[in-house]
């Protein structure tokens, strides 16, 4: 990989990066998850959730397979933005089995979220060992590839609701990613907007064909000390958005085990500049 993304992850806080087939792979899985929301009952899509180990959520409400937010309040006090999620990992299918969910119909969906995933893996350890390179202190690969990390990086598919909750167009609010190193892959519109450089002025990210945004969140901040502070960031309805259809996302969260102190630069950073901490 060009050592220049390394580099603008450092110094720019973030970069974008080319994974062939990533955006093909995304609309696919989106297409799926879309279906499964329609022809699976409530009571049946249940049954997807799970709760594995390693689990990070705060609140530790299930965090494998399928989780449904209503809006419902958080530990913290504020409320969870509305929409439907859905985490893969590859243990994921060893829950079902365990489950005895006939997910047999749905294996094409899943195999593809497992080549995304694995792509998605790859590009990430290839781009952390330049990080590595340019800062040995950071010891970003190691940490990525150990295994109790493994059970944390996520491929998520993400259906926005049409409309916000707090105001109508927002429908993800302003906030940290609470992982190490973040793949935006693609989108069906137009919608998040990064803050850069602790700015309040927010740039609207528009993804290219097999092109992901790569940026770092909180366990990122943490491990470098602050000195690369996570991307704060939100999700909008920009522009004409046809006001039936919510939004979809593909994205990657990369994981290490939990640096053991927060700085007091990235604490009150995060206080600052977030709304809603503890989201992905
Ligand atoms: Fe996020």
Redesign the pocket.
């Given at each position: 990989m060009d050592q220049r993304h390394a580099q603008e992850i450092l110094q720019r806080g973030r970069t974008v990066i080319l994974i062939p087939f990533s955006t093909n792979l995304a609309q696919e899985i989106a297409g799926h998850f879309q279906r499964f929301l329609k022809e699976v009952s409530e009571d049946e899509r249940a049954r997807w959730s799970f709760n594995g180990e390693g689990n990070e959520d705060p609140d530790g409400s299930p965090d494998d397979g399928y989780i449904p937010r209503k809006g419902e309040m958080k530990g913290d006090g504020d409320r969870y933005d509305e929409k439907d999620i859905f985490h893969f990992r590859p243990r994921l299918l060893d829950f079902l089995k365990q489950n005895d969910v006939n997910y047999e119909p749905w294996r094409p969906w899943l195999n593809k979220c497992l080549t995304l995933y694995r792509l998605c893996f790859g590009k990430e350890a290839e781009l952390l060992l330049d990080i590595d390179r340019l800062k040995p202190g950071y010891d970003c690969l190691r940490q990525f590839v150990d295994l109790e990390a493994d059970q944390l990086h996520v491929l998520r598919i993400v259906q926005y609701v049409p409309h916000g909750s707090v105001d109508d167009n927002t429908v993800g609010k302003k906030?940290l990613?609470r992982n190490f190193l973040?793949f935006q892959i693609a989108e069906s519109r137009p919608g998040l907007r990064y803050f850069p450089d602790g700015s309040d002025d927010p740039v609207v990210y528009k993804a290219q064909h097999d092109h992901v945004l790569a940026f770092p969140g909180r366990k990122f901040a943490k491990n470098t000390g602050g000195e690369v502070p996570a991307l704060a960031?939100d999700i909008v309805n920009v522009g004409e958005c046809d006001p039936t259809t919510g939004r979809w996302s593909v994205i990657f969260f990369g994981h290490i085990v939990e640096p053991l102190e927060e700085t007091a630069h990235v604490a009150a950073a995060a206080s600052a500049a977030v709304a809603a901490a503890g989201?992905?």
């Open positions: 906030h990613d973040t960031h989201q992905f």
